[in-house]
Antibody
Framework: QLQLQESGPGLVKPSETLSLTCSVS??????????WAWVRQPPGKGLEYIGT???????YYNPSLKSRVTISIDKSKNQFSLNLASMTAADTAVYYC??????????????WGQGTPVTVSS | QTVVTQEPSLSVSPGGTVTLTCGLS?????????PSWYQQIPGQAPRTLIY???TRSSGVPHRFSGSILGNTAALTITGAQANDEADYYC??????????FGGGTRLAVL
């Protein structure tokens, strides 16, 4: 069974860069049929797509966050990572990593990590 | 920017039927948007319910079904149970690597 586990700091200072890693076990991050995604959820609010990466290195980002987001992949470690720059209080959220199955006429998030809470505060 | 719309809240009686919808601020939802639905119990990670408009994910009870209803995607729960009380999110694929979540529907079973 595929498992995803987020890791990183739970507290970030304003203006700093958030760095999170998602470790994938029970499956290969090098699958051609899957993208690897980050999704976040501010307290009491809904889910927001941040971006995705494919094992080929292709990335897609939410236009509203694109200027601050970098997603990278480390196939040797079966991990992918999120960097979000210039953090503000509005970026306080639970951050989820997820696997996105992408096939012809089908795409959906099929596995999710448990999420890691991140608070932006000085 | 296109907004994906959902009812903020709905309620259903135990054993009853409820339909949640997923629309667009501009235009109609069709199967080409590959609608998918996720259930989230507060404090937990989302759980995949439906993908490709109407395909149930593994282990999802048959009381959950997906469809296109008019100009929206729809999630219908038939024979609602107490443990269906949760937040429900739809996701639409907008193309060019952009997936958009709806605002979510909080479903109460009472």
């Amino acid at each position: 069974q595929l498992q995803l586990q987020e890791s990183g700091p739970g507290l970030v200072k304003p203006s700093e860069t958030l760095s999170l890693t998602c470790s994938v076990s029970g499956g290969s991050i090098s699958s051609n049929s899957h993208y690897w995604a980050w999704v976040r959820q501010p307290p009491g609010k809904g889910l927001e797509y941040i971006g995705t990466i494919h094992q080929s290195g292709v990335t897609y980002y939410n236009p509203s966050l694109k200027s601050r987001v970098t997603i990278s992949i480390d196939k040797s470690k079966n991990q992918f990572s999120l960097n979000l720059a210039s953090m503000t209080a509005a970026d306080t959220a639970v951050y989820y990593c997820a696997r996105l199955l992408v096939l012809t006429a089908t795409d959906y998030f099929d596995f999710w990590g448990q999420g890691t809470p991140v608070t932006v505060s000085s | 920017q296109t907004v994906v719309t959902q009812e903020p809240s709905l309620s259903v009686s135990p054993g009853g039927t409820v339909t949640l919808t997923c629309g667009l601020s501009s235009g109609s939802v069709s199967s080409t948007y590959n609608p998918s639905w996720y259930q989230q119990i507060p404090g937990q990670a989302p759980r995949t319910l439906i993908y490709s408009t109407s395909t149930r994910s593994s282990g999802v009870p048959h009381r959950f079904s997906g469809s296109i209803l008019g100009n929206t995607a729809a999630l219908t729960i038939t024979g609602a149970q107490a443990n269906d009380e949760a937040d429900y999110y739809c996701v639409l694929y907008m193309g060019r690597g952009i997936w958009v979540f709806g605002g979510g529907t909080r479903l109460a079973v009472l």
